[in-house]
T-cell receptor, first 114, second 112 residues
């Protein structure tokens, strides 16, 4: 299996622009997670899905952030409008729907908002 | 919300030394994860455990549910073990099942 796939790997954009990050989970995995990592705050969970349904989005920083999972093999995280403080590495992870199952992380998208 | 504390924050060792990284958490969990993040940024899941001990090569992870504490041990450390080691706990029950709360990480540097 190719593992969790994220695109783009790097994104540089200007403040105010819309940014869309994409994730393809490992086939057969039922959970999908979006994380953000910054130097100041470390790793943070933004939102997670189970069987394509958002379960907990309490980590989404504000209304500028939205996430969707239209099917089992694709998810997006959108920031509109983007701000410099959104600059971070965004990771997607997936896991099987079993108790305490380990999560598999994608390579991350490094976002820089100027 | 669970609070996760790791110690030490920074750790420097000489090649061959035995290394221990600790993780404490505040409330009940479904599972505890140890992750490794290399200087290039990629994250690898090392262990997921909910009780007892697990071993993989030179890495050993233990957890004490009663004391809400876990340790990650590295035997015969090597410079390639240099990375950030992150403890994460999955909150037990309800809609937070599987949701991870992360520690701040331990930066390990192993010198040859």
């Amino acid at each position: 299996d190719a593992g969790v796939i994220q695109s783009p790997r790097h994104e540089v954009t200007e403040m105010g622009q819309e940014v869309t990050l994409r994730c393809k989970p490992i086939s057969g995995h039922d959970y999908l997670f979006w994380y953000r990592q910054t130097m100041m705050r470390g790793l943070e969970l933004l939102i997670y899905f189970n069987n394509n349904v958002p379960i907990d989005d309490s980590g989404m920083p504000e209304d500028r952030f939205s996430a969707k999972m239209p099917n089992a093999s694709f998810s997006t995280l959108k920031i509109q409008p983007s701000e410099p403080r959104d600059s971070a590495v965004y990771f997607c992870a997936s896991s099987f729907d079993r108790e305490g199952e380990t999560q598999y992380f994608g390579p991350g998208t490094r976002l820089l908002v100027l | 919300k669970n609070e996760v504390e790791q110690s030490p924050q920074n750790l420097t060792a000489q090649e061959g030394e035995f290394i221990t990284i600790n993780c404490s958490y505040s409330v009940g969990i479904s599972a505890l994860h140890w992750l490794q993040q290399h200087p290039g940024g990629g994250i690898v899941s090392l262990f997921m455990l909910s009780s007892g001990k697990k071993k993989h090569g030179r890495l050993i992870a233990t957890i004490n549910i009663q004391e809400k504490h876990s340790s990650l041990h590295i035997t015969a450390s090597h410079p390639r073990d240099s990375a950030v080691y992150i403890c994460a706990v999955g909150n037990a029950g309800g809609t937070s099942y599987g949701k991870l709360t992360f520690g701040q990480g331990t930066i390990l540097t192993v010198h040859p």
